[in-house]
Structure formats: C-alpha cells, structure tokens
C-alpha cells in the first residue's frame, strides 16, 4: 500500500544514461519544496544508497543534526516529508502547529497531525534546507506498520532532480533537469496528471477469457503490487473465477482483494507472460474512475526506473531482473 495513499491531507546508472551536471555554485531555487546544496566536490549527479526494508527503498540522512531513515513514495506527490511518530520526532524538539488529519490504527485520537517548518536534511553529497513536514503521533499506529523507519519524502526529490531508481545498484541518482538527456534503449512513457495530483501512464493485459484491456495505471512507488487491477472502474473487469482470496490491510481496514495469473500485461514495448496481478475494489485500486489500477514497485524493480515530473516523462529501462518478450 502506497504510504500517501495513507495521507487525507487538503493539500495535496545504466550506461543507458548520460551523466547530468548539477549546478554546485550555491543552493539553488527550483519548483521543489525548499532549496538545496550540493557540497563541495561532487561534479555529476547525486548518488544516494538505500537498501530495500520491508519491501520499500530505505535511506540514511540526518535531519537536524539527528540520524534518519526515511522511505521514498510517489503515489499523489505532495511537498512535506512525513515523520511518522517514531523516537525521532521527540529528539528533533520541533515547533508543532496543527495542521492536517490523518488515518491511523490507533485509538488515541489517531487523526490528529501536526506541522513543522524549517527542518534541514542531510545526505552524503547534498543538503536540502527549509523542508516542511507533516508528523503524526505515536498513537495513529504508522510506526508499527512500517517498523524501523522514520517517516519518508517526496517532493524533496522529485520537485527538484529528474529521480532514477537503479535497483541492480541499490541506489537513486539525482539527475539535473536542465543537464539530463537520455540516450538509451529503453522505453519513454508519457506521464498524465490526474485530478488528485497522482499521475498515470498507459498500459494494457489480457486475461486468461481472451478479455483485453487498454488504458492508463496510476503510478505509486510505494505499491506492493507490480500491477493492481481495479474492478470498481468503468470497464466492468471482473475478478477471474478461482482467483485466490488475499488479506491486506489499511486505514478503511480490512481489503477484499483477490491474486491470480493473468495471460499477459504489456508496458510500453515490454511483455510479460502470465504475471501475478491482484484484483481489488478498494480506495486504493485507481484514482481515476476510468483507469486499469496502479503499477507498482516489484515492476519498478525490473527496470532502471527514471521520473521526470519536469517533461511528465517515465523512463524505463531493463536492468538484469527483467525477462521480456519483443
């Protein structure tokens, strides 16, 4: 489940590519939250490590001066980071103010969020100042969902670089929006902006009755599913017969969703043979009432993944994981 899917908020290197200069004369003002340095030395793009913790990308930083670890998502972007009520928030000491609500599996006025500003976060090769976040309390129940993290970012990233996922290499590449060309083989999808600020992308599958359909998938990072198919929108898809009872759970509870095989499913020029989709009708299944589902991170994880929200552009490239028919 998408970690902003989670959020009510009212405000919403493969050789493939080139090396993309990043301007380090001094912090630099884009359309993302804040302003950022680059520190002194560091001549192509950003590199930041991450190791994959309970199946999300999970980064090392310090905010404040304090260490941190914080997961990246893309389902609806939005521009504060998220501290979920871990240790962390406690030490940081920060000004709260009220802000938002948020759903959470606590009983302890789990709706209740609060506001900072002002908060700085350190990488290795960059430092982003004058970062907002939105912070959740203990009680809301988000850290004992997503143990052994703090929070995690958005905007931070993706409102400033051009992001590339190299999951062969377990790191994100910073790419400079005006220094980045791509040059490789992979496939270039248009990305369509809905209504909600999550964004879609055009897809098609087959299911084993001989039904086809084409159409656009939402895009989110943080879904656990390389593709789940809403039956709630309005093609009518039905959930095959035999397809396999699956339990999850999120902030409307319990999700009636069902697993199977279908016969294929296509991604720009990419064909995969009998993949394991889900079939869900809940909130988080599309976000517009006409598209297919939502693509997710296991199929992210096949390719050299790149966003460019700058030219509302998806790169995808195929690393060693991926096995494809032209």
Request: charged share 20%.
């Amino acid at each position: 489940m998408s970690l902003s899917n989670l959020i009510t908020l009212s405000i919403m290197s493969f050789s493939a590519l080139a090396l993309a200069a990043i301007d380090t004369t001094s912090a630099k003002v884009v359309k993302g939250p804040g302003h950022y340095q680059v520190l002194s030395g560091v001549k192509s793009e950003i590199h930041i490590p991450f190791i994959m913790h309970y199946g999300k990308p999970l980064m090392k930083l310090k905010i404040n001066g304090k260490d941190a670890l914080l997961m990246i998502d893309n389902g609806t972007l939005w521009n504060e980071i998220w501290l979920m009520g871990s240790p962390l928030v406690d030490s940081l000491d920060l000004a709260l103010k009220e802000q938002a609500e948020i759903g959470g599996t606590g009983k302890d006025d789990p709706t209740q969020a609060y506001n900072a500003d002002g908060l700085t976060l350190q990488f290795d090769d960059i430092v982003f100042y004058d970062q907002s976040a939105l912070i959740s309390l203990k009680s809301a129940g988000f850290c004992t969902m997503f143990p052994g993290t703090d929070g995690q970012l958005c905007n931070t990233f993706f409102g400033h670089f051009i992001v590339e996922f190299d999951f062969h290499k377990s790191e994100i590449i910073l790419h400079s929006p005006d220094k980045f060309k791509y040059n490789g083989k992979g496939s270039v999808l248009d990305m369509k902006l809905e209504e909600n600020g999550a964004y879609s992308v055009p897809m098609s599958f087959a299911l084993e009755d001989g039904s086809h359909y084409n159409g656009n998938v939402d895009i989110d990072l943080g879904g656990i599913y390389s593709l789940n198919i809403a039956t709630n929108n309005n093609q009518n898809i039905q959930t095959p017969i035999g397809a396999q009872p699956l339990k999850s759970y999120g902030v409307q509870g319990e999700c009636s969703d069902y697993k199977c095989k279908i016969k294929e499913m296509s991604i720009g020029k990419y064909v995969f043979n009998n993949p394991e989709v889900v079939f869900s009708n809940g909130k988080t299944a599309r976000v517009h009432q006409d598209n297919l589902g939502v693509i997710g991170l296991p199929l992210f994880m096949k390719f050299n993944t790149v966003f460019d929200y700058f030219h509302n552009k998806l790169y995808l490239i195929p690393n060693k994981a991926i096995k494809i028919e032209l």
